[in-house]
């Protein structure tokens, strides 16, 4: 994946997706900083990476304080001399009627989702920039960021609307950033993934009929893995993608491109 080398911050990288993307990260060679606030699973993600030989960090970063992120951008040079490769996964959700939902749940899920977003790819942007004016982002690349976004830019349930304002603003900041970044060449893209096995997803189960409606909907007829979002979120950072910027790639399993006409699957 021409990979080797480079370094790699990983935002909610303790579990789930962004843990998944950390793993696969380090297996291309990437030299990854796992930032989340789940400080003893995400400690033990990197020591368990860096006893097979992986170079593997944890830093706590709540991605919504403008410190912390700061902090975080600090620590990566500071640990390995650069930062090439961004990956924003820390995210939450928290399901609620419309009419249910109060300020501090509104706010809260917009904060992490898409103002920690923000800071964590303009903070990053900042630190490749400085690279490429100091002469040293010829590590094949001046850098890359990858979101993460959802199907529910795009799909509404009414339940999730601060979580579903908060993937639309996700994908369309990075159509944003990456029309700011062109110039410097560093390419930004999110991705976009349907329903996942996560702790995110887990409560799915429990709901009556809700795997079951979700299933009925996925042309490919399963949940997918955060192996399989991580290696969509690797190859759009490596330079197979290199004339990509400001896309968001749907990896859903045909969620998205169903016509819904169409008869659910039961
Ligand atoms: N699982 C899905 O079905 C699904 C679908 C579409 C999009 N996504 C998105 O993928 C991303 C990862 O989701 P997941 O399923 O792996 O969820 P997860 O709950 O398994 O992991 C989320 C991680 O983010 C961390 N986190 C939460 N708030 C944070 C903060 N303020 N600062 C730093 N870290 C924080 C958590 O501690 C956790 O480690 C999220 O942005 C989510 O919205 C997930």
């Not at 795997?211 to 909907?217: G, K, M, Q, Y």
Request: net charge negative; hydrophobic share 45%; aromatic share 4%.
């Amino acid at each position: 994946m021409l990979l080797n080398g480079k370094v790699a911050i990983v935002t909610g990288g303790a579990q789930g997706i962004g843990r998944a993307c950390a793993e696969r990260f380090a297996a291309e060679g990437v030299k990854v900083v796992i930032a989340d606030v789940a400080d003893s699973i995400g400690n033990a993600v990197a020591k368990n990476l860096s006893d097979d030989g992986q170079a593997v960090r944890y830093v706590h970063a709540n991605v919504s304080e403008r410190l912390d992120v700061h902090n975080l951008i600090a620590a990566a040079v500071e640990a390995y001399g650069r930062v090439d490769i961004m990956v924003t996964c820390a995210g939450i959700i928290e399901s609620v009627p419309f009419l249910e939902i109060d300020e501090d749940t509104f706010d809260r899920t917009l904060r992490i989702n898409l103002k920690g977003t923000f800071l964590c790819a303009q903070a990053a942007a900042k630190q490749m920039v400085r690279q490429l004016d100091s002469g040293d982002g010829a590590l094949g690349s001046p850098g890359s960021i990858v979101t993460i976004s959802s199907i529910n830019a795009w799909f509404e349930l009414p339940d999730s609307a601060a979580y579903a304002a908060s993937k639309g603003g996700v994908s369309q900041l990075t159509k944003s950033i990456a029309i700011a970044l062109a110039d410097h060449g560093i390419r930004v893209n999110a991705v976009g993934p349907g329903t996942i096995e996560t702790a995110m997803s887990s409560d799915l189960a429990t709901k009556s009929g809700g795997l079951d409606t979700v299933l009925s909907r996925t042309p490919l007829g399963r949940l997918g893995q955060p192996e399989e979002i991580a290696a969509v979120a690797v190859w759009l950072a490596s330079e197979q993608a290199s004339y990509l910027t400001g896309q968001t790639i749907y990896a859903d399993g045909g969620r998205m491109p169903l016509n819904l006409a169409m008869p659910p699957k039961i």
